[in-house]
Protein backbone atom coordinates (compact mmCIF):
# COMPACT_ATOMS: atom_id res chain seq x y z
CA UNK A 1 0.00 0.00 0.00
CA UNK A 2 1.39 3.66 -0.73
CA UNK A 3 0.83 6.82 1.02
CA UNK A 4 -2.32 7.33 -0.71
CA UNK A 5 -3.65 4.01 0.77
CA UNK A 6 -3.57 2.76 -3.10
CA UNK A 7 -2.13 -0.88 -3.89
CA UNK A 8 -1.08 0.20 -7.61
CA UNK A 9 2.09 0.10 -7.49
CA UNK A 10 1.96 -3.26 -5.48
CA UNK A 11 -0.23 -4.30 -8.41
CA UNK A 12 2.37 -3.41 -11.65
CA UNK A 13 4.73 -5.21 -9.16
CA UNK A 14 2.59 -8.64 -8.82
CA UNK A 15 1.60 -8.42 -12.46
CA UNK A 16 5.16 -7.82 -13.86
CA UNK A 17 6.03 -10.95 -11.64
CA UNK A 18 3.01 -12.96 -13.14
CA UNK A 19 4.06 -12.01 -16.50
CA UNK A 20 7.96 -12.96 -15.79
CA UNK A 21 6.92 -16.38 -14.99
CA UNK A 22 4.57 -16.98 -17.93
CA UNK A 23 7.66 -15.57 -20.60
CA UNK A 24 9.94 -17.74 -18.68
CA UNK A 25 7.69 -20.60 -19.30
CA UNK A 26 6.55 -19.47 -22.59
CA UNK A 27 3.05 -20.07 -21.04
CA UNK A 28 0.22 -18.00 -22.86
CA UNK A 29 -2.11 -16.95 -19.88
CA UNK A 30 -4.99 -16.57 -21.92
CA UNK A 31 -4.92 -20.13 -23.04
CA UNK A 32 -3.96 -21.56 -19.71
CA UNK A 33 -6.71 -20.19 -17.82
CA UNK A 34 -9.41 -21.00 -20.51
CA UNK A 35 -9.28 -24.53 -18.96
CA UNK A 36 -10.46 -22.32 -15.79
CA UNK A 37 -13.47 -20.65 -17.60
CA UNK A 38 -15.71 -23.55 -18.08
CA UNK A 39 -18.75 -21.29 -19.11
CA UNK A 40 -16.31 -18.94 -21.20
CA UNK A 41 -17.11 -15.82 -19.83
CA UNK A 42 -13.77 -14.76 -19.53
CA UNK A 43 -13.68 -14.73 -15.66
CA UNK A 44 -12.14 -17.11 -12.97
CA UNK A 45 -13.30 -17.13 -9.39
CA UNK A 46 -10.77 -15.88 -7.53
CA UNK A 47 -9.89 -19.23 -5.21
CA UNK A 48 -9.46 -21.11 -9.11
CA UNK A 49 -6.76 -17.63 -10.20
CA UNK A 50 -4.67 -18.89 -6.97
CA UNK A 51 -5.23 -22.09 -8.13
CA UNK A 52 -3.70 -21.60 -11.73
CA UNK A 53 -1.25 -19.28 -10.66
CA UNK A 54 -0.04 -22.35 -8.37
CA UNK A 55 0.07 -24.52 -11.54
CA UNK A 56 2.38 -21.89 -13.51
CA UNK A 57 4.40 -22.47 -10.32
CA UNK A 58 3.67 -18.21 -9.94
CA UNK A 59 4.11 -18.24 -6.03
CA UNK A 60 2.89 -15.49 -4.45
CA UNK A 61 2.81 -14.43 -0.91
CA UNK A 62 -0.20 -13.48 0.89
CA UNK A 63 0.45 -9.97 0.27
CA UNK A 64 0.56 -10.52 -3.45
CA UNK A 65 -2.72 -12.45 -3.44
CA UNK A 66 -4.25 -9.79 -1.25
CA UNK A 67 -2.79 -7.03 -4.18
CA UNK A 68 -4.72 -8.92 -6.53
CA UNK A 69 -8.06 -9.35 -4.60
CA UNK A 70 -8.41 -6.15 -3.70
CA UNK A 71 -8.69 -4.86 -7.28
Do not use: W
Not at 3 to 9: E, P, R, W
Request: charged share 30%.
Amino acid sequence: MDASGSFDGGLTEVLKKIARNCKDQSVRPKLFFEDYDRLRKGTVHPSKFITALDNLKVHLSQTEIQILSET
